[in-house]
């Protein structure tokens, strides 16, 4: 769930039109370059987030992050019968860890499929153009799906989570379905609470593309930022 509001790290054609690949340029070099060829900030974005995510870096980050979604299966697991309180708190951090591992693994595949397009160019005739394309086209809406799932169920997530706010984490003779395991309940709520950190440090960095593209915009232009 934590990837469910990422930026869109991959792109179906990995080409940067025209801007080398070569491993010497530095990040920041590469960035002016594409704020230089964009045709807007948004298609800055997107060409900088594609050249982010090609990096082997980004790779090793998403199979760190492999860890939260597997925590959540087992979390959820394995307090499967102990949240009576709102049994769909178990519910959520299984099915939301099974679908944020589904949305790592495709985010690699997509990055793999990137560089099978990339090496294949020039050599391809009209079928396996034909056949990228379609290719292509069903990633994307996969993507589409995947994204919305989880950003649907995280939204339910956050209301059954603070529809409870707080339990009894002890069973209580009078009402011994008026409880919820601890060791849940709190789970919940910091995996909920550090996916919006993570959005959080997403916007910051959208501002400061922000910044550095329209700075750099005022700077050809030989207007002061």
Not at 98 to 107: A, E, Q, T
Request: proline share 4%; with cysteine.
């Amino acid at each position: 769930m934590i990837l469910n509001e990422g930026l869109r790290l991959f792109d179906d054609n990995p080409e940067l039109d025209g801007i080398p690949s070569n491993s010497s340029y530095g990040t920041l070099q590469r960035i002016q370059e594409i704020r230089q060829q964009s045709t807007g900030f948004v298609d800055f974005i997107r060409k900088t987030v594609r050249h982010v995510g090609s990096k082997m870096i980004t790779k090793l980050l998403l199979l760190i992050m492999m860890g939260a979604p597997v925590s959540m299966i087992v979390v959820g697991n394995t307090y499967r019968n102990e949240c009576p309180k709102e049994y769909k708190l178990p519910l959520y951090l299984t099915v939301g860890g099974i679908f944020g591992m589904l949305k790592i693994l495709f985010l690699l595949c997509l990055n793999h499929h990137a560089y099978s397009f990339e090496s294949l160019q020039g050599e391809s005739d009209l079928d396996d153009e034909v056949e990228d394309l379609v290719l292509s086209r069903s990633l994307k809406f996969t993507k589409i799906i995947l994204k919305f799932f989880l950003i649907v169920w995280f939204c339910l997530g956050n209301v059954w989570l603070f529809s409870i706010w707080i339990p009894n984490f002890s069973q209580p003779l009078h009402e011994p379905s008026n409880w919820c395991h601890p060791v849940l309940f709190w789970f919940t709520f910091y995996q909920i609470l550090f996916t919006y950190a993570f959005l959080f440090q997403l916007l910051i960095l959208v501002g400061f593309l922000f910044y550095d593209y329209y700075c750099g915009l005022c700077s050809e232009k030989g207007a002061i930022c």
